[in-house]
């Protein structure tokens, strides 16, 4: 089966820097990763996600990069935001079946 | 409508109580999924629906059995609970095409006594 790993376990940040996570997986099959940011009492919620045919996307403030030869995926977030902080987890799923396994979470804290 | 519903918000139980857990979404998904999650923890997959069928159980204890009375709804029902199995019940739905985003309810926060 699937193995997600994700570092760091937490990381703090000053507002404004930049914050990177990122994610290893073991089955070459998989082929599509979401990223979900998930704050306190809250429901996990996608932030963005990529497909194995692209090595990056950007949304505003968000990217993510795939390596899909060394079987990596990163989140990158720029101008951090205290509304920034939260609990990421990243994901990985192959398109045929519908089980995603996730990482065991990043604790985003932007310090003001 | 883009929402998964979980409904109640909180549950309290004892050991000996039967209660249930619902979940709904009118998105036209035909997957739904049942997670359990611990604090600061990733969900924990328990167990999936493709088109109103259990496909995945993830050797879930007997306690916690599932029912899909059709493609809208998703129930769990709980018997017998250990204070072990407090934690945030959440629901998600998708579709069952390429690259399935999983759109999740806002969970059951679950304490037994």
């Known amino acids: 089966g699937e193995n997600v790993e994700q570092h760091p376990s937490t990381l703090s940040v000053q507002e404004g820097d930049s914050a990177v996570i990122k994610c290893t997986y073991s089955?070459?099959?998989?082929?599509?990763f979401p990223w979900y940011k998930q704050e306190l009492g809250k429901r996990p919620q996608l932030i963005i996600d990529?497909?194995?045919?692209?090595g990056e996307k950007k949304d505003q403030r968000i990217a993510v990069t795939l390596n899909k030869t060394a079987k990596h995926f990163s989140l990158h977030i720029t101008e951090t935001q205290p509304e920034d902080s939260a609990v990421y987890f990243c994901?990985?799923?192959?398109?045929?079946?519908?089980?995603?396994?996730f990482g065991t979470g990043t604790s985003l804290t932007v310090i003001p | 409508d883009t929402e998964v519903t979980q409904t109640p918000k909180h549950l309290v139980m004892g050991m000996t109580n039967k209660k249930s857990l619902k979940c709904e979404q009118h998105?036209?998904?035909?997957?739904m999924y049942w997670y359990k999650q611990k604090a600061k923890k990733p969900p924990e997959l328990m167990f999936v629906?493709?088109?109103?069928?259990?496909?995945i159980n993830e050797s879930v204890p007997s306690r916690f059995s599932p029912e899909c009375p059709n493609s809208s709804l998703l129930n769990l029902h709980l018997h017998a609970l250990q204070p072990e199995d407090s934690a945030l019940y959440l629901c998600?739905?998708?579709?069952?095409?390429?690259?399935?985003?999983?759109?999740f309810g806002p969970g059951t926060r679950l304490t037994v006594l």
């Open positions: 998600a739905s998708s579709q069952l095409t390429s690259y399935n985003e999983q759109f």
């Open positions: 089955d070459s099959a998989s082929n599509y």
């Open positions: 990529i497909r194995s045919n692209v």
């Open positions: 994901a990985a799923s192959r398109n045929t079946g519908n089980q995603f396994y």
């Open positions: 998105m036209g998904h035909r997957a």
């Open positions: 629906y493709s088109y109103e069928k259990l496909s």
